[in-house]
């Protein structure tokens, strides 16, 4: 196992993980507001509220839809196979244990030599 952070190899593929991980953030949040839609829709009195929620509930389900089909075709969501969302989850727990075990917070943290000058230099440095 590779856990230098550094080393090009692990940016390997990481534009699809980047791109699968922001889809399945996307779907849990769309998902998420339909749950939050349904909840405030029983426990509004207004007509004119629920019709407004109604029609947002509406749209939310049709978009978690919409995400569901993006990732079923992308490959990265698998609902109806489960030993191939198995596997991908397998996967993508490898390498959430291998994130972890990297050290990504190196003993040095000093910021010093990433900026051309040091904060707040202007007005002495040590009044911020």
């Known amino acids: 196992m590779n856990t230098d952070y550094l080393d090009p190899i692990n940016s390997l593929n990481m534009p699809e993980m980047a791109d699968m ?3 399945m953030d996307f779907l849990l949040r769309a998902k998420e507001g339909v749950r939050n839609l349904s ?5 509004s009195a207004s007509p004119d509220v629920r019709a407004l929620l109604r029609n947002h509930l509406k ?3 049709a978009m978690h839809q919409e ?3 993006l990732m079923i075709r992308k490959k990265w969501f698998h609902p109806y196979e489960l030993n191939e969302q198995y596997q991908l989850d397998q996967l993508s727990a ?3 244990v ?7 917070f190196p003993d040095d943290t000093s910021r010093k030599g990433m900026f051309d000058r040091i904060p707040d230099e202007h007005i002495g440095g040590h009044k911020a």
Do not use: R
């Not at 291998?98 to 990504?104: R, S």
């Open 98 to 104: 291998m994130i972890g075990q990297m050290n990504l």
């Open 67 to 69: 995400i569901t089909e």
């Open 39 to 43: 909840v405030a829709l029983t426990e």
């Open 21 to 23: 991980t922001f889809a």
């Open 94 to 96: 490898k390498n959430t």
């Open 59 to 61: 749209q939310g389900i």
